[in-house]
Each structure stands twice: as structure tokens, then as C-alpha cells.
């Protein structure tokens, strides 16, 4: 079972919903994201 629920803000991956999982992270303001530009952003801010 997999629910597309978006693209991500960074590179426009679609993100899914795979049974209960989610393959990126919904950001606070709604937004979604995927792991890779997760990650990227992280490395760049710290
Ligand atoms: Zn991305």
C-alpha cells in the first residue's frame, strides 16, 4: 500500500506513504521533504 502525499520542497521528489511510513518528513510549516535535501540541509546549516 502506497499513498503518494506530495513532492518534496527541495527537488520535487514525490513523497509516499508506505504502509504507515513515510519517506521523507512533513517540515513545520507543511511543507514536505525528502531525506536527501534532509540531510543537505542539515550539513549546510551546521
Ligand atoms: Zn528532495
Known sequence: MQEFIGNCRGCGKAI??????L??????DQTLECFECQEQR?????
Open 42 to 46: 542539515r550539513e549546510s546549516e551546521d
Open 23 to 28: 519517506n521523507g518528513t512533513v517540515q513545520e
Open 16 to 21: 509516499y506513504c508506505e504502509n504507515g511510513f
